[in-house]
T-cell receptor, first 107, second 115 residues
Framework: GQQLNQSPQSMFIQEGEDVSMNCTSSSIFNTWLWYKQDPGEGPVLLIALYKAGELTSNGRLTAQFGITRKDSFLNISASIPSDVGIYFCSNNNDMRFGAGTRLTVKP | DGGITQSPKYLFRKEGQNVTLSCEQNLNHDAMYWYRQDPGQGLRLIYYSQIVNDFQKGDIAEGYSVSREKKESFPLTVTSAQKNPTAFYLC??????????????FGAGSRLTVL
């Protein structure tokens, strides 16, 4: 099956800093999905991408669907303490997820 | 309000006992999924169902069983055959429309601890 690799595994940043994380796949995707999981809760969809090259923003979040259709990145600008959590990438096909990027924001 | 409800939130069981986790959705979603999450780990697919009375194994189905007798419900049984059942279990659902996002909606999770 396809493999999803997320990096970095974890990040420790200062409040106000920008964050960038990415996800690569061993196969071509038609959809890239980014979810966020707050501690002790279920993941919630942040951004969905449907076309190669697509760049989508949602407040302080920006995500891009890579031209090769095998990668995607998620940026968070001006981080705040409530950004803490685990960020997962996924597709809309086989419902598998990357291992996640765990974000810690120090006030 | 439409949503997906998991119960119980916390569950403690003795080793060797079967336990069933409940998952109910009122979103009229076609497909339902169960994931397992270990500390510091990602989500691993246990079982999924795309239609009533049918389900498929995911990547780590051994030691688990499911049923899908109603569209709204997809309970997961953690059997005594599961060697390391202590984990956080997440249920999710989604529609399967020909067009549209069809993304997953998750429940709040059930944390199972085997003593």
């Amino acid at each position: 099956g396809q493999q999803l690799n997320q990096s970095p595994q974890s990040m420790f940043i200062q409040e106000g800093e920008d964050v960038s994380m990415n996800c690569t796949s061993s196969s071509i995707f038609n959809t890239w999905l980014w979810y966020k999981q707050d501690p002790g809760e279920g993941p919630v969809l942040l951004i969905a991408l449907y076309k190669a090259g697509e760049l989508t923003s949602n407040g302080r979040l920006t995500a891009q669907f890579g031209i090769t259709r095998k990668d995607s990145f998620l940026n968070i600008s001006a981080s705040i303490p409530s950004d803490v959590g685990i960020y997962f990438c996924s597709n809309n096909n086989d419902m598998r997820f990357g291992a996640g990027t765990r974000l810690t924001v120090k006030p | 309000d439409g949503g997906i409800t998991q119960s119980p939130k916390y569950l403690f069981r003795k080793e060797g006992q079967n336990v069933t986790l409940s998952c109910e959705q009122n979103l009229n979603h076609d497909a339902m999924y169960w994931y397992r999450q270990d500390p510091g780990q990602g989500l691993r697919l246990i079982y999924y169902s795309q239609i009533v009375n049918d389900f498929q194994k995911g990547d780590i189905a051994e030691g688990y069983s499911v049923s899908r007798e109603k569209k709204e419900s997809f309970p997961l049984t953690v059997t005594s055959a599961q060697k390391n059942p202590t984990a956080f279990y997440l249920c999710a659902s989604r529609a399967l429309r020909p067009s549209g996002a069809n993304v997953l909606t998750f429940g709040a999770g059930s944390r199972l601890t085997v003593l």
